[in-house]
T-cell receptor
Framework: DAGVIQSPRHEVTEMGQEVTLRCKLI?????LFWYRQTMMRGLELLIY????????DSGMPEDRFSAKMPNASFSTLKIQPSEPRDSAVYFC??????????FGPGTRLLVL | GESVGLHLPTLSVQEGDNSIINCAYS??????FIWYKQESGKGPQFIID?????DKRQGQRVTVLLNKTVKHLSLQIAATQPGDSAVYFC?????????????FGKGTHLIIQP
């Protein structure tokens, strides 16, 4: 059974460009989480959805970040415009709610 | 705000020995805890979880201990193997399960000496 799928795995872009990260949940899971990992701040929750509804976006750094869940199995995280300080590894995770969250392999973003 | 943190950034153990990784949390309302293993270049991998109504839970070669009195969590790995080398994170939330955002500790790097 496939785990959480993220794309792209690596992204290099220039400051000011739009970046879109994609995530496919594990089949049957109904909660989706976006996290960001940096050396300085560790793993931080950005936003999460339950049954396609955003529940808590207090971790989203600023208005340049937006996330959507257009259907029960897919989500996007968009950064527009991107800045060098957005460089990090972005993970999504999913869960059925009663157990642990299962993480994807991450997208390594470098903004020049 | 309150957060989950780890006592030691690096732990070095001999292959075959037992490893104990510690975690302190500050939020007394936390009631669900998870240990994750993260290998280089990969996402965090779920190891074991425990709810606040328990003080011990065992898995395959791993045991998690929870002491709510002193807000302390530990992960014990028996007979450590080279494949156990990774960064280990504790994480917590207050929902009693996974359907809420997790707060992560900063991680402990476990190094296995041959």
């Amino acid at each position: 059974d496939a785990g959480v799928i993220q794309s792209p795995r690596h992204e290099v872009t220039e400051m000011g460009q739009e970046v879109t990260l994609r995530c496919k949940l594990i089949s049957g899971h109904n909660s989706l989480f976006w996290y960001r990992q940096t050396m300085m701040r560790g793993l931080e929750l950005l936003i999460y959805f339950n049954n396609n509804v955003p529940i808590d976006d207090s971790g989203m750094p600023e208005d340049r970040f937006s996330a959507k869940m257009p259907n029960a199995s897919f989500s996007t995280l968009k950064i527009q415009p991107s800045e060098p300080r957005d460089s990090a590894v972005y993970f999504c995770a999913s869960t059925m709610g009663l157990g642990g969250q299962y993480f994807g392999p991450g997208t390594r973003l470098l903004v020049l | 705000g309150e957060s989950v943190g780890l006592h030691l950034p690096t732990l070095s153990v001999q292959e075959g020995d037992n490893s104990i990784i510690n975690c302190a949390y500050s939020n007394s309302a936390s009631d669900y805890f998870i240990w994750y293993k993260q290998e280089s270049g990969k996402g965090p991998q779920f190891i074991i979880d425990i709810r606040s109504n328990m003080d011990k839970r065992q898995g395959q070669r791993v045991t998690v201990l929870l002491n709510k009195t002193v807000k302390h969590l530990s992960l014990q790995i028996a007979a450590t193997q080279p494949g156990d080398s990774a960064v280990y994170f504790c994480a917590e939330n207050q929902s009693g399960g996974g359907a809420d955002g997790l707060t992560f500790g900063k991680g402990t790097h476990l190094i296995i000496q041959p």
